[in-house]
Structure formats: structure tokens, C-alpha cells
């Protein structure tokens, strides 16, 4: 049921290039108090991105940019930290796994997998397992097969 909130996103982001005022953060304040879920209207969402559990908890950045078949667990932050301006980006085909926060200017790279309840505020490289207070390497070279179904 995840594609209900993430097509009323697709409709604030698209509202919000064509720069009309109001209704975007409408939108999205129907999915919070529908979903439990934030999505800032200006965050870019790939192909195929699955939230967990419809969205609970869910809260990603207005500037955050989400790669293709990205899977988001429960519970997930991708936001900024004070005194940055930038926020997460995100690679394709990554797992973020429930409760994990991604924070601050960083950069997830392809195929890269996020643990439960891990902190992340440095970058992670392609084909990483990284998981932790603060996030560290768990694992490198995977095959995302392993830990993500639907590829």
C-alpha cells in the first residue's frame, strides 16, 4: 500500500516544480496524518523505492534524493544535521533497515545496506554493510541479492 503515499509524493513533487504555493505541503500533511509518514515534497524518489509498513514513521528531507529500487524500513530519518545545509544522498538498490538515521551531508553508495538502528553521519561506500552507534563497516563487496528480494 506503499504506492498510495509514495503517488500522492509523486504529485507534491511534481505540484512543487511547477512552483504552485500551497498545495505540495498539503499533500504531504495528508500523508502524515494518513500514514505517520513525512516526505518533504521536494525530495526525489526513484523508481520502485518501497516503504516499510506503509510509511510508519517514516521521515525523509525535502532535499533528500532516494536512488531506484531503494527499500526503507520502519521508522527510518533521512534529514540534516544542524549547520549543514545538504542532506543524504542515496545510491540505487539499497536497504535501509528499521530505525536506522542517516543525518548530515553524506552519500550512500549503490547497493549498499544500512542496519537497524544504525547512526550514519559519514559516507558508505558501494556494496557495504555498515550498522552501529555511529555507523561502522560491518562487511564489504556483498551481493545485494542476499539482503534485498526484489532484484
Known amino acids: 500500500m506503499s504506492w498510495i ?6 504529485v507534491a513533487h511534481a505540484l512543487r516544480r511547477a ?3 500551497l498545495l505540495p505541503v498539503l499533500i504531504a500533511l495528508v500523508n502524515r496524518f494518513v500514514f505517520g509518514c513525512w516526505i518533504g515534497p ?7 523505492v518501497s516503504l516499510g509498513y506503509w510509511g510508519m514513521g517514516i521521515v525523509i528531507h525535502d532535499a533528500a534524493v532516494l536512488g531506484d529500487d531503494v527499500r526503507v524500513g520502519t521508522h527510518v530519518v533521512i534529514g540534516g544535521r544542524s549547520k549543514h545545509p545538504e542532506v543524504p544522498v542515496i545510491g540505487d538498490r539499497c536497504v535501509i533497515s528499521s530505525g536506522a538515521k542517516l543525518l ?3 552519500r550512500i553508495g ?3 545496506v544500512i542496519g537497524a538502528n544504525a547512526v550514519v553521519v559519514k559516507d558508505v561506500e558501494p556494496r557495504t554493510v555498515v550498522g552501529g552507534v555511529p555507523a561502522k563497516v560491518l ?13
Do not use: F, N, W
Open 139 to 151: 562487511k564489504t563487496g556483498i551481493d545485494i541479492r542476499d539482503y534485498h528480494d526484489g532484484l
Open 104 to 106: 548530515g551531508p553524506l
Open 5 to 10: 503515499l509514495i503517488g500522492l509524493h509523486r
Open 42 to 48: 521536494g525530495a526525489r524518489l526513484g523508481r520502485r
Open 19 to 21: 512552483r504552485v504555493p
Open 110 to 112: 549503490d547497493e549498499a
